[in-house]
C-alpha cells in the first residue's frame, strides 16, 4: 500500500486549503483512512478518519466544524476539505491506512503511511 498526500500550501487565517491522499497498492474496501498532524515539537495528533465502504466519519473536536472528510472510491483519493484555517492548524499533515472497519485515533495503530504535506497558517 502507497500513500501519497498533497496539497498542503501557505494560507492565511480564515483560509481555505483542500488536501488530497491517493492510494494504490491494493483493494481499500475494509480499511479506514485517517488524517493526522504534527507540529514541531509535539506528537503526532488525531485529525479525522473515514471508513471507507460506509464512509462513516470521525472528528477531533478541535476541527469539527471547520474540517470534512470525503473520499472517491472509484479514484482511490480521500480529501480533506480545510476551512477557516487557524494558526493553530499549522502542522505537517499526513494521511495513514489501517486494515479495520473501526476508526481508531491512535497513531499506532495505522499501518500504512504518506510522507506528509506542510500546512502553514499565517495570522
Known amino acids: 500500500v502507497q500513500l501519497q498526500a498533497s496539497g498542503g500550501g501557505l494560507v492565511q487565517a480564515g483560509g481555505s486549503l483542500r488536501l488530497s491522499c491517493a492510494a494504490s497498492?491494493?483493494?481499500?474496501?475494509?480499511?479506514?483512512m485517517g488524517w493526522f498532524r504534527q507540529a514541531p515539537g509535539k506528537e503526532r495528533q488525531f485529525v479525522s478518519a473515514?471508513?471507507?465502504?460506509?464512509?462513516?466519519?470521525y472528528y477531533a473536536d478541535s476541527v469539527k466544524g471547520r474540517f470534512t472528510i470525503s473520499r472517491d472510491n472509484a479514484k482511490n483519493t480521500v480529501f480533506l476539505q480545510m476551512n477557516s484555517l487557524k494558526p493553530e492548524d499549522t502542522a505537517v499533515y499526513y494521511c495513514?491506512?489501517?486494515?479495520?472497519?473501526?476508526?481508531?485515533?491512535?497513531?499506532?495503530?495505522?499501518?500504512?503511511w504518506g510522507q506528509g504535506t506542510q500546512v502553514t497558517v499565517s495570522s
Open positions: 497498492g491494493r483493494a481499500f474496501n475494509s480499511y479506514v
Open positions: 473515514i471508513t471507507w465502504t460506509s464512509g462513516s466519519t
Open positions: 495513514a491506512a489501517r486494515t479495520s472497519t473501526v476508526i481508531v485515533t491512535t497513531p499506532g495503530l495505522y499501518t500504512y
